[in-house]
């Protein structure tokens, strides 16, 4: 059965033939459903979306509509089975479909997909062709329908226009003339709109025209919005009156090889970070040899500048490529040797916060762990003397970064996290912004506050859409796959295998963004422990299964779960004190458990120790990603070892 939203809502067959929905609200109940990309919506959401002024049995009429919903959706399912497609999770329903079954979920991914490659061209032209009007076309006088068309309907026309690019760029192009004519004479106001009608009227030959289609919309910029024509507008402009064959669009091309000094390539990389995935780790590459070409100059302030120019959020507290920021820190601590104390401060403190950014807790020696709190510190002060908003929220970046020197600190976090959100939202720092909505939901979590997580997911989700932060969704994903977990082990919760399925498709959204590799590897592993340890089971055995950087602490478990206890006890004493990032907390609960059900008295003392700080938090929950457990529950178990308490 698939689900197509992109138009009237409907449900068709595997045969192609309609599914008799019914009226009008179970159309809007399955919906919402799908808008929330299979995550579970309460109840009185559903009631407070269908209806202004909910009537006195709101919840009775839901449930009628539920029950009929499921009747036409599966049936053939037998009396008192479970549904698999519409099932009630936790306080409200959820869709449990794959994406592909859906078509706003297949035009979103086409969407990803194409961002990252060219090659998907042809999913994307899939995707487009799927729209049969407006979204949740049916579905009038709902606010949360206007929101979900106004974001896909933005969406629609970037994935237009990125057509159009990858066509162009690829040296076809000159037959989409009229197409783009239509699409500017209809939205006026989306400047990359005109540079590709300028490129694809330059591809037919038709040089003049192209130019005066540049020339219109600089006059329609200028008269009607006092704005003048942008960078690439300017440049594609000056490529057309020189005469040039070719016009490549600046944003489908790395910067890596282009000649280009190093400011600009900085600027560009910083630019491109933001879309995380491959754009990402393209972007640090080129980042760094930026700041390498810089040093070669021998002016010091261009490569503090260079240096302190790449002022991208960062969540994570191990790094993506160790080596790569270990040089990028280097050069930065030369750098500041080269200004000097007297140097300006404003350079000074953008070098201080990038040591510390890049200095990621989980990599650091002692004494490069000390080096770079110091840094944080002297960067934050340094941004609070000279009263600049968005170098502060740099510095504080670096805080958060260097805030994980102990268990227990997830509190402190949020502080931090409330600070950057306050001033990104005060002084228009939209990217942030999103940080400090991130900070707050792992703080959140980590603290078992899960409707204000859920709070802060949401609000990271609706300014992703504006800041095109494509992983936003995919970190969201997993925390309400996280959430699912923690509600699986209460009464009346959902279903283990549910909660791991969420979790699976988290796991496959975030390999689908190319991946990350100081987050990813390991990830999924370590959170389907999580949820056996909360249904009380021992530890997965897969052999498939990659447990990454956390194998030295899990491994004791699955050693375990094998019948292998001298050899889980080996591993345990083996196991080194955990790194100081996210999941410290979770690796000490690991080794808690492990001792306890050895007797290692010793161990299980030093967990204990590390834990007691922690004992108010959720083991794991401070990544926003996965759940062991309250910590007090390990904790006990270590005290109770070790004969403490």
Not at 10 to 15: F, I, K, S
Not at 497 to 516: K, S
């Amino acid at each position: 059965m698939r689900i197509d939203v992109l138009g009237a809502v409907r449900a068709l067959r595997d045969d192609g033939t309609p599914v008799d929905l019914g009226g009008p609200r179970h159309r809007e109940v399955l919906a919402r459903l799908v808008a929330a990309g299979g995550r579970m919506v309460a109840t009185d959401t559903l009631v407070d979306d269908l209806w202004a002024e909910p009537p006195v049995r709101a919840v009775g009429a839901l449930r009628t509509f539920v029950a009929a919903l499921r009747r036409a959706i599966e049936p053939d399912r037998p009396p008192r089975t479970p549904p698999r497609v519409l099932v009630t999770e936790g306080p409200g329903y959820a869709l449990c479909l794959p994406r592909d079954d859906v078509d706003v979920h297949r035009f979103e991914d086409a969407l990803a997909r194409a961002r990252r490659t060219p090659d998907a061209l042809a999913d994307l032209d899939a995707a487009l062709a799927a729209w049969r009007g407006p979204a949740y076309a049916d579905v009038t006088g709902s606010a949360w329908a206007q929101r979900e068309r106004t974001r896909l309907e933005e969406l629609r026309l970037e994935g237009t226009e990125l057509r159009a690019r990858l066509l162009l760029d690829s040296g076809a192009g000159a037959d989409l003339v009229a197409e783009l004519g239509a699409h500017v004479t209809e939205h006026p106001w989306r400047e990359p709109a005109w540079g590709l009608l300028a490129r694809a009227l330059h591809r037919a030959g038709r040089q003049a025209d192209a130019l005066a289609t540049l020339r219109r919309a600089r006059t329609m910029l200028v008269d009607q919005l006092g704005l003048d024509p942008g960078a690439d507008l300017r440049r594609l402009e000056t490529d057309i009156l020189h005469g040039a064959t070719t016009l490549q669009s600046p944003r489908t091309v790395w910067t890596a090889g282009l000649r280009l000094g190093p400011r600009t390539t900085v600027e560009l990389a910083r630019t491109l970070a933001l879309a995380g995935g491959d754009a990402l780790v393209h972007s640090r590459r080129d980042r760094l040899a930026a700041v390498q070409a810089a040093e070669r100059t021998g002016d010091i302030d261009l490569t503090a500048r260079v240096i302190g120019g790449y002022d991208v959020p960062a969540l994570w507290s191990r790094a993506d490529d160790p080596a790569q920021s270990r040089a990028v820190v280097a050069a930065a601590e030369r750098t500041l040797t080269a200004l000097g104390t007297d140097g300006p401060a404003d350079l000074r403190a953008r070098l201080l916060a990038t040591v510390a950014v890049e200095s990621r807790s989980a990599d650091l020696s002692g004494t490069g762990s000390r080096r770079a709190g110091q840094a944080a510190r002297e960067a934050e002060a340094l941004a609070r003397e000279l009263g600049d908003p968005a170098l502060l929220v740099f510095a504080l970046n670096g805080v958060f970064l260097q805030s994980f020197t102990r268990p227990g600190l997830a509190a402190a976090r949020d502080v931090i996290g409330a600070e950057i959100l306050d001033l990104a939202t005060r002084h228009e720092l939209p990217n942030f912004a999103v940080l400090g909505r991130l900070i707050r939901l792992q703080s959140a979590s980590a603290l078992g506050d899960l409707d204000a997580a859920t709070a802060h997911a949401e609000a990271a989700e609706r300014l992703a859409v504006s800041t095109e932060a494509s992983l936003v969704p995919v970190l969201t994903g997993w925390f309400r796959a996280r959430a699912t977990a923690a509600r699986s082990a209460a009464p009346g919760g959902p279903a283990a295998a549910t909660a791991a399925a969420h979790y699976r498709a988290a796991e496959d959204a975030l390999a689908g963004t190319g991946g990350m590799p100081g987050l990813h590897r390991g990830l999924f592993a370590l959170a389907l422990l999580g949820l056996r340890l909360l249904h009380g089971r021992p530890a997965p055995t897969d052999p498939a299964l990659d447990w990454g950087p956390y194998r030295p602490w899990t491994q004791p478990l699955v050693l375990l779960a094998r019948n292998r206890d001298e050899a889980a006890r080996t591993a345990l004493t083996m196991a080194p004190e955990p790194p100081l990032d996210h999941m410290q907390e979770a690796l000490w609960c690991l080794t808690a458990h492990a001792a306890a059900r050895l007797g290692e008295r010793l161990v299980a003392a030093r967990a204990a120790t590390a834990l007691r700080a922690a004992r108010t938090e959720h083991a794991g929950a401070a990544s926003g990603m996965l759940t062991l457990g309250p910590v007090a529950r390990y904790l006990a178990e270590a005290e109770a070892c070790a004969g403490e308490g």
